[in-house]
């Protein structure tokens, strides 16, 4: 391409250029509501990503022991299984309390005021909602899928 056949006119001076804006209105809504976040708002983004991928991991039926506190107390149980149920998913999981003495993840057994409830009386297995579950899970150990 010959140079002297494109000659663009730029404007002399800031006052005589012509803004003009080509991003569609939604992408611009978008990056203002980003300018808008605050570093809060990002980390409760991060949280829910990592939320999220524990799900997924969950959801693939890995063995795994997940570390529980209510601020106060700690506790592990046992993860068995994840399943959805209307717009959250319900981990269940077995407890290793004796089946009278119930669950730490009982209303009345936990500060967090978390509300288990029995799944399968025979094999000692309770359920809990995720969110209720991200509320007092602290650790999750994975065991390899050999272990199973």
Request: proline fraction near 5%.
């Given at each position: ?49 990592s ?49 009278e ?29 995720h ?18």
């Amino acid at each position: 391409m010959n140079t002297e056949d494109y000659s663009p006119e730029w404007p002399n001076n800031a006052e005589d250029a012509e803004t003009v804006d080509r991003k569609p209105a939604e992408q611009m809504e978008a990056q203002d509501q980003l300018a808008t976040k605050s570093p809060r708002d990002y980390d409760d983004d991060v949280q829910y990503v990592s939320q999220m991928m524990t799900l997924v991991k969950l959801s693939k039926n890995y063995m795994c022991v997940m570390g529980v506190s209510d601020g106060y107390t700690d506790h592990t149980v046992n993860f068995c299984k994840l399943y959805p149920e209307d717009r959250q998913y319900v981990v269940v999981y077995s407890e290793v309390w004796p089946l009278e003495r119930g669950t730490f993840l009982q209303k009345e057994k936990n500060a967090a005021g978390v509300c288990a409830r029995l799944y399968d009386a025979k094999e000692r297995l309770w359920a809990v909602t995720h969110t209720e579950l991200f509320r007092v899970l602290v650790a999750v150990t994975y065991f390899p899928e050999e272990s199973q």
